[in-house]
């Protein structure tokens, strides 16, 4: 593993980034990495992704990840998670991968929409700006609605808006309306 002492995550993410693309499993970064490129750079420790997959594949690659020496917890969320389900990722020194195996209300054309950007000498698939903030608006935490009116700034012109609120109305009202409210300010 490229990891040597905690607080390299992201670096961890490029080992399981690595497994992922041996598995032939689509994957897109999310989170405070996605954020940071669609212009809303901040701190943070973490490193997540979106898997391609449902449940009984995630069994499959939990131990695919085991056998590369990853420490893994598998959990199934309820029905009324977003989130189907979610596989933690931990190295030796505690870095941690969130990889959400699926995410309700998503569109699976969202694979086909990643950007690929450059990272320490791999190519790693984030989601796209639209997809982006329309799962920013869903989540609806106070810094997720922060992060989404900074990609909404930060892409200009170049904003598909009909993409994006057709997006965030698969997602729900509450998302919708969110949106609504950033592009109205």
Do not use: C, W
Request: aromatic share 6%; charged share 25%.
């Amino acid at each position: 593993m490229r990891t040597s002492r905690p607080g390299e995550s992201a670096l961890l993410l490029l080992d399981v980034v690595d497994l992922l693309t041996a598995e032939k499993v689509g994957y897109a970064v999310i989170g405070a990495l996605a954020a940071s490129v669609h212009g809303a750079v901040r701190a943070s420790m973490d490193a997540d992704a979106v898997l391609s997959i449902g449940m009984r594949e995630a069994r499959d690659l939990e131990r695919a990840f085991e056998s590369a020496g990853f420490r893994t917890a598998l959990t199934r969320g309820d029905l009324e998670d977003p989130i189907p389900g979610l596989l933690r990722l931990y190295d030796s020194h505690d870095n941690r991968v969130d990889l959400l195996v699926g995410l309700r209300g998503m569109e699976t054309n969202a694979f086909s929409r990643v950007i690929e950007v450059p990272f320490q000498g791999k190519t790693l698939k984030f989601i796209g700006r639209e997809d982006f903030i329309a799962m920013k608006v869903f989540a609806g935490g106070p810094l997720d609605l922060i992060d989404a009116a900074r990609a909404i700034s930060a892409g200009g012109p170049s904003l598909d808006l009909a993409l994006v609120r057709g997006l965030a109305r698969k997602y729900g009202e509450d998302a919708s309306n969110a949106l609504g409210r950033l592009l109205s300010d």
